[in-house]
């Protein structure tokens, strides 16, 4: 795959919800290959330690990426989580171990040649989508396997196909998706993307590479830089954040973050 863009210097995703999930339940995320790097953010792993007394809650914020993710111990349940304009909850049983390949936004749909719009805030078996994926997954898999073969083992698949993808995108495309990244999703849609697409033209390549319109991936974009700023008490209260990243007001802030978190960013953050 040539794709002169590199979202990895600019995109780094959040996942916080799972980081903190107790001493029973373990998350865990590591880089691929140096090769994929620009393609694939992480692959990660959600596992129990021991059997829950409960059922687990597992809530995935929004974050612009699209997930390849299954069983360890039974690989045919495998599945693809497309982008999510708000989060997401998954009960999940009292004992699991998942396995997860999260794409960097727009990366899925240029590997794969897939619309990203056709599985937005979808969670679809993988097989309906991509058969000869979920089926290398079914027949490469099981709970025997450590991490670091799991890793080996997606790593020389994800490169082979690389080897045999060709991808160039529009250069206007490309430079929206920069002013937006840059500008940490705080942008004028209209105004600050003039880059000689027209809107409908726009909304096309978004919807297919990212899975919805530029309008709500700068909205996630904004959200996932709050999460990396990591914003203290004083600044919450002053207003800094917020007005900084172009939120209206208070409400308007709380509201959208509420919205792709799942709770309030005082009780998120731990203020």
């Known amino acids: 795959m040539k794709d002169a863009f590199n979202i990895t210097r600019l995109y780094r995703p959040v996942q916080p919800t799972v980081s903190a999930t107790g001493q029973k339940v373990y998350y865990r995320e590591v880089a691929p290959d140096k090769r994929l790097q620009d393609i694939i953010y992480c692959y990660w792993e959600l596992k129990t330690t021991e059997r829950l007394q409960d059922p687990f809650t597992y809530r995935v914020v929004a974050d612009g990426c699209i ?3 299954f069983q360890l111990d039974n690989p045919s349940e495998n599945f693809v989580m497309g982008f999510s304009r708000k989060y997401t909850e998954f009960s999940l049983d009292r004992a699991f171990q998942y396995v997860g390949i999260r794409f960097l936004p727009t990366k899925f749909p240029t590997l794969f040649k897939i619309d990203a719009k056709a599985l937005s805030n979808r969670f679809e078996r ?5 058969k000869e994926t979920s089926n290398f997954i079914t027949d490469n898999f099981s709970d025997s396997d450590d991490f670091q073969a799991i890793k080996d083992k997606l790593d020389a698949y994800f490169i082979t196909l690389l080897k045999n993808t060709r991808v160039v995108l529009d250069d206007r495309f490309q430079n929206a998706l920069n002013i937006i990244l840059k ?16 809107p409908r033209q726009l909304r096309r390549y978004f919807e297919f590479y990212v899975g919805d319109t530029a309008k709500t991936f700068s909205q996630v974009v904004r959200f996932q830089s709050v999460l990396k700023a990591n914003p203290s008490a004083r600044s919450l209260r002053q207003n800094k954040l917020f007005f900084d990243l172009g939120y209206y007001d208070q409400a308007h802030f709380i509201k959208e973050f509420k ?5 309030t960013p005082g009780k998120a953050l731990g203020r």
């Open 259 to 263: 919205s792709f978190y799942g709770v």
């Open 67 to 69: 997930d390849i993710l």
């Open 126 to 130: 993988l097989e309906i989508v991509l």
């Open 183 to 198: 500008n940490f999703g705080a942008i004028h849609i209209q105004r600050d993307l003039d880059i000689g697409l027209s």
